[in-house]
């Protein structure tokens, strides 16, 4: 048997792909390839070159493979330029969600992990989100990932057999090899790395929070431990067992952005100061989130300390 990976030509998803290989499982990949790479697949692993937009193809994938159940991690996932460009969100995150699980059910595969997003909080009115705090998304993004929480449970009203969860996360860093590796124009690490390369100064926006070092505190965890919990998650399914319907993979206390390149300073060693702009608005002070469910169900946990995942993301940056 096997397992679908949506979106496994991508930074998280193939670090998802080479974990499912790790523990002994066959992956699959689903990708159009529009931000993924066909090179972050590894030899021997199946590639489907296509959306999940077509229904038919995600089927005859499931059907072909044997697969028992999905990864789905396959969508747009830039909340800023979701603002500018709703329709087209919508249109990757819910109707092609509502396609791959319409395949699923003509399929006869019952078992689904979605790759979810901590966005589906919003700006909550707490220090450490849990699985219990109010969503609240504010961007198209985010309310696309909640709706694709939702269709997930509705699936479950229907079929028996249905075993479902989100995991929710926020900023996900690093690389598992130098072969795989994080190339958002849009995310924190390639941006600095960028910019240094380019002899630019990195920009940090706002220094007066109400922080410890008045920079914002997010949480920042590896991908490859991202992964491994992934994984997890598909092994408990397999072998009969209900989850929750959302995990948080989170630090539980989170890095600072002036923590952030502090450590990008000393890895990297080039010496800079980034430059402070003014803040960005919706800006919250703290966010990041309790992670103990996860750590309990899905053999989460912080393997990597802020040095070493920013000297993972250079190495593989610096490779390519």
Request: aromatic share 8%.
């Amino acid at each position: 048997m096997s397992w679908l990976v949506t979106g496994g030509a991508g930074y998280i998803g193939s670090h998802v792909v080479q974990a499912f290989l790790d523990a002994g499982i066959v992956p699959v990949v689903v990708d159009d390839l529009s931000s993924g790479h066909a090179e972050f697949v590894p030899d021997g692993v199946a590639l489907v070159e296509g959306s999940i937009l077509d229904t038919d193809l995600v089927t005859r994938t499931l059907v072909d493979h044997g697969c028992e159940g999905v990864v789905h991690l396959a969508g747009f996932k830039y909340a800023g330029v979701s603002v500018s460009r709703p329709l087209h969100t919508y249109d990757q995150n819910v109707t092609g969600t509502v396609s791959l699980l319409r395949a699923m059910r003509t399929a006869g595969v019952h078992n689904y992990v979605f790759s979810s997003s901590a966005s589906v909080y919003g700006t909550p009115d707490v220090d450490q989100v849990t699985e219990d705090t109010p969503t609240a998304p504010e961007s198209p993004y985010g309310q696309t990932k909640l709706i694709g929480e939702w269709l997930a449970a509705d699936v479950a009203k229907i079929d028996p057999q249905w075993r479902w969860t989100n995991l929710r996360y926020f900023n996900v860093v690093g690389s598992g090899s130098d072969a795989l590796y994080d190339t958002s124009p849009h995310n924190l690490f390639p941006i600095v790395f960028d910019a240094l390369l380019a002899g630019r100064t990195p920009k940090v926006f706002g220094d007066d929070y109400p922080t410890p070092d008045g920079t914002c505190v997010r949480d920042y965890v590896h991908v490859a431990d991202l992964a491994i919990s992934h994984v997890a998650a598909a092994k408990a399914m397999a072998a009969g067992q209900d989850l929750q319907g959302a995990y948080n993979l989170g630090s539980g206390d989170g890095s600072s952005v002036a923590q952030i390149m502090a450590a990008i300073a000393r890895v990297t060693g080039i010496d800079f100061a980034p430059q402070i702009a003014p803040r960005r608005p919706g800006d919250p002070a703290r966010i990041v989130a309790n992670g103990d469910a996860a750590a309990r169900d899905l053999d989460w946990k912080m393997r990597f300390t802020l040095d070493e995942m920013v000297a993972s993301a250079w190495s593989a940056r610096q490779a390519h």
